[in-house]
């Protein structure tokens, strides 16, 4: 019964709109190089805070799920990929398209990336439930070291040193404690200035790192004349045949299993779980010499593993409070602007929130399936914006969103400074990511702890005596030091 | 030995220094032994000091430089530093100039800079200022 109320609720005219605004806004987003779902979604989030908690949401949950299925038209049309999550179908989707197949290859990328969005949101369905009961047996101690592994496991897949992640991710916990402290609610570092006393609003710092530090990193790597991207959709055949369908579906089957869990992991996104996906295939394949030459197969398995992710980080991202990747944790700042708290409280106090949510999920995979094969003409054309005229467009959104969200000029000025920082740790490869989890976790993290230690007295020894801080803490040290362990190993077999 | 490096580490031992030194004078923990506000960030700040040394020797060590520019990055640069500029500008006259103006202004400047038609320029200016004003003024009743 709750479940049709959840689904009645999406197709609510109001909740509904909004769900196709942000499934269009999310095309527009991952078609263009250059324009993430992180910044989709960050750009929005402001005007989200104005709609019912159901509106904002639906429209940010359009924004996700497309841009991420929208990030592989440019992937197969142009070798570009729209989102970094597409990067793996670039490898056969444009092969397609010089074979003239470009109608069919988008198609395989619509449909399999909606198959991939409503199978891991069955896993939602499934494994979110549970989790959060689970959840609930968790203590003081238990969320501490929950929110330390999920900062580590962050750092640890963010592509950069181990190092520099953790440093920008203590810089986002240092920055945390901006604000009353949680327990005795002493003011820290507020500069007697009384919009600091709830601490920094952590989205304009988002909009400023994901939105601005991108426009201006983009403005300063960028070729003088940009070089126009042609592209056509053509090809006599359109869609697999059953026979096809079938073929390819044991190494579907495997990617989606494989995207589920990567996308529950901190900070593997859709781009780490789509390039696993497609190298697994690659070696199970019968015909491994395909892949990479416009395999069917190849295409499938990475549209697939895209948006499969987003079920995954979402599962982790309800229950626990630990964001899957970027967008979770713009999610989870989101939710926390409506006055909810992710984790498992949230299925106690919000349960149909939480349902509206997954069903949400489910019907914009569905409206970015008839969006999706309607409208493959019209990318080509979308592909000739330029790319200054989207920087003018994101920078003025980024302002003026930064500003909406309370009325405040410190926000716009937060979000202009973070902007530039942003831009810095791009110049200098260190990630972002980091940053931004330090900051949601710290309070999480800080009052935890601190709880934990008033119930030992002081004693550290409450993390070591609870089996599941013992299993995190360990998955943590590996999870940080396993790149040095690595490269050493290396070392010695050359 | 990589400066930009190297000063990306300095400032952060400096951010780390300037929160951790007025901790130590934040009211102490409680007889239950809850640690007080300063422990947080006291600790928070010494990982960060930790691992601010660790980078610092490898920067030290390090041969790559950073921020060492190729033809295209030399040529952005002032475009670069005009549009962090001019957003930074944008942001402190958003206080005291009127929207519209501001905006129109902000946005004709934006796109000469990106080297615009001033055809398209104008056109593109207007309406987009137009749009952005009544989403967020009529729509959304933001107060611009």
């Known amino acids: ?494 | 030995m990589s400066k930009a490096g190297l000063l990306f580490v300095s400032a952060c031992i400096a951010v780390a220094l300037l929160f951790m030194i007025p901790a130590f004078k934040f009211p102490g923990g409680t007889v239950d032994g809850t640690p007080g506000p300063g422990y947080f960030p006291i600790l928070v700040s010494s990982v960060i000091l930790f691992l601010s040394a660790i980078l610092f020797v490898q920067y030290l060590r390090d041969n790559k430089k950073y921020f060492q520019q190729n033809e295209t990055q030399k040529k952005n640069l002032p475009k670069l530093l005009i549009t962090a500029g001019a957003i930074l500008l944008y942001t402190i006259l958003f206080m005291v100039i009127p929207f519209i103006p501001l905006t129109l202004v902000f946005m004709v400047f934006l796109n000469w800079l990106f080297g615009r038609t001033w055809r398209f320029n104008i056109i593109f200016s207007v309406i987009f200022t137009g749009v952005i004003y009544y989403v967020f003024n009529n729509l959304l009743h933001v107060m611009l």
């Open chain 1, 1 to 494: 019964m709750d479940w049709i109320q959840a689904f009645l609720g999406v197709f609510q005219p109001q909740v509904f709109l909004y769900l196709v605004i942000g499934v269009v806004s999310g095309a527009l987003i991952g078609t263009l190089p250059g324009l993430t779902a992180t910044m989709g979604v960050a750009v929005l989030t402001p005007i989200s805070f104005w709609l019912k908690p159901e509106c904002g949401f639906a429209m940010l949950i359009g924004v996700y799920n497309s841009a991420i299925w929208s990030g592989g038209i440019s992937a197969i049309l142009i070798n570009t990929p729209g989102t970094p999550a597409s990067i793996a179908s670039t490898f056969d989707g444009y092969k397609l398209t010089q074979k003239g197949f470009s109608a069919l290859a988008l198609n395989i990328n619509t449909i399999y990336s909606v198959l991939g969005g409503l199978l891991s949101s069955l896993c939602l369905i499934f494994f979110a439930f549970p989790l959060a009961r689970f959840a609930l047996k968790f203590g003081p101690a238990e969320y501490a070291v929950l929110a330390l592994f999920g900062l580590t496991m962050m750092v640890s897949v963010s592509g950069s040193s181990p190092v520099k992640g953790l440093l920008v991710g203590f810089l986002g916990l240092l920055f945390s404690t901006v604000g009353l402290d949680s327990i005795q609610a002493y003011k820290r570092y507020t500069l007697n200035n009384p919009a600091l006393l709830d601490g920094l609003n952590f989205v304009p710092m988002m909009i400023g790192l994901f939105g601005i530090g991108e426009i201006l990193y983009q403005i300063y790597t960028s070729e003088a004349k940009e070089t126009s991207m042609v592209a056509e959709v053509k090809g006599a055949k359109q869609f697999l045949t059953l026979k096809e369908f079938g073929r390819l579906a044991p190494a579907n089957a495997m990617a989606t299993i494989i995207s589920v869990i990567v996308g529950a992991i901190p900070g593997a996104g859709g781009d780490i779980a789509s390039i696993i996906s497609w190298g697994q295939a690659k070696r199970m394949s019968k015909h491994p010499e395909e892949y990479g030459e416009g395999s069917l197969e190849g295409l499938s398995v990475s549209c697939i593993a895209n948006n499969a992710v987003i079920g995954g980080a979402m599962t982790t991202m309800l229950s626990l409070g630990i964001p899957g990747d970027a967008v979770t944790a713009i999610l989870i700042g989101s939710l926390m602007m409506y006055g909810m708290t992710p984790g498992p409280q949230l299925f106690i106090e919000n349960r149909p929130f939480v349902l509206t949510l997954i069903a949400q999920l489910i019907v914009a995979n569905l409206v970015i399936l008839i969006f999706g094969l309607t409208t493959n003409r019209i990318y080509p054309k979308i592909l000739k914006i330029k790319k200054t005229t989207l920087w003018v467009v994101v920078a003025m959104c980024c302002i003026v969103g930064a500003y909406a969200i309370n009325n405040s000029y410190v926000d716009i000025i937060t979000m202009a400074l973070a902007g530039v920082f942003g831009f810095i740790l791009r110049v200098m490869d260190f990630p972002q990511g980091p940053f931004i989890l330090g900051m949601l976790l710290g309070k999480l993290l800080e009052s935890n702890l601190r709880r934990a230690l008033s119930l030992t007295m002081g004693s550290y020894s409450i993390f070591f005596t609870s089996p599941i801080c013992i299993v995190l803490l360990t998955i943590s040290v590996l999870s940080l030091v396993w790149p040095a362990i690595k490269k050493r190993l290396k070392k010695r077999a050359v």
